[in-house]
């Protein structure tokens, strides 16, 4: 069993920058891909990034390609995402994963508002 926390969403002017953390719990994790997805309003769920599971192998939307980064720390069970430049169409509840989105395990998500 994993368990995931995520923290750090809020609300940031157009251009601005936050920093997602998730905080996962469980002997598993280390083991697994991790990864960032997002649910705006009236869309469906898609990825945003994801790592392997020692940090060599990352994946990004073209969205946000060059302005997110993904990044993991094993030994503190911590998985971060750095989001720059925001944009109004960030706008969404950010979820973490462990695992993959069939079977994984998911935390209950953070608010990203960006204002224009």
């Known amino acids: 069993q994993v368990q995931l926390v995520e923290s750090g969403g809020g609300l940031v002017q157009a251009g601005g920058s936050l920093r997602l953390s998730c905080a996962a719990s469980?002997?598993?994790?280390?083991?697994?891909?991790a990864g960032w997805f997002r649910r705006a309003p009236g869309k469906e769920r898609e990825l945003v990034a994801r790592?392997?599971?020692?940090?060599?192998?990352?994946y990004y939307a073209d969205s946000v390609k060059g302005r997110f980064t993904i990044s993991r720390d094993n030994a503190e069970n911590m998985v971060y995402l750095q989001m720059n430049s925001l944009k109004p169409s960030d706008t969404a509840l950010y979820y973490c994963?462990?695992?993959?989105?069939?079977?994984?395990?998911w935390g209950q998500g953070t608010q990203v508002t960006v204002a224009s």
């Open positions: 469980g002997r598993s994790f280390w083991r697994n891909n």
């Open positions: 790592i392997n599971w020692d940090g060599t192998n990352t």
């Open positions: 994963n462990s695992g993959g989105q069939v079977g994984g395990y």
